[in-house]
């Protein structure tokens, strides 16, 4: 009986019936929310009955292609990679977060925790002057390092266009 409601109900009508906390809870277990602590936040903050803006962001997921990594140069399924849950491509798909696959991140953190551990100089303070721009920065201060060698702090503009992996080409070149 109940089932034959239900059909002669509009989908629109169904949805209306449901509470936000109702539609969060029915999306998650169909796994159609992915699982960050941002959405168990919302979802409790839902759920202890406070007063939350409501959005929905709707995507195709992880594409089913391989990627290349850019360090070590494999053709790796996008499994081997991360992705932004909140970041769409234009064709619909989670965004990769960058090219470069988990097992070389792994040895990229482990080399720049190397060098931060034989880093002596204390880290500068916000207003600082950035030793290689010469600006002053309010930001957050970057380790600069080659390897596990620590060269000096740098502000985060410094260091993102200095490490950005997508012209480590161009800079082997210029340097």
Not at 52 to 79: A, F, M, Q, Y
């Amino acid at each position: 009986m109940e089932n034959n409601i239900i059909h002669q109900l509009s989908n629109n009508e169904i949805l209306q019936t449901l509470t936000n906390i109702e539609l969060v809870k029915e999306l998650n277990e169909r796994k159609l929310i992915y699982n960050t602590p941002t959405i168990n936040n919302i979802y409790n903050d839902l759920i202890n009955g406070n007063d939350v803006n409501l959005g929905i962001i709707l995507s195709r997921g992880i594409k089913e292609e391989n990627c290349k990594c850019t360090d070590c140069k494999r053709n790796l399924p996008n499994n081997h990679f991360r992705y932004y849950y909140s970041r769409i491509n234009k064709h619909g798909y989670l965004h990769r977060t960058n090219r470069i696959c988990d097992e070389c991140t792994t040895k990229r953190k482990e080399e720049y925790n190397r060098a931060f551990k034989n880093c002596k100089k204390p880290r500068p303070k916000k207003g600082d002057i950035c030793p290689n721009c010469k600006e002053q920065w309010f930001g957050s201060w970057h380790a600069h390092h080659q390897g596990d060698f620590f060269i000096d702090w740098w502000c985060m503009l410094c260091n993102t266009s200095e490490h950005d992996h997508r012209h480590e080409s161009i800079n082997r070149i210029i340097t």
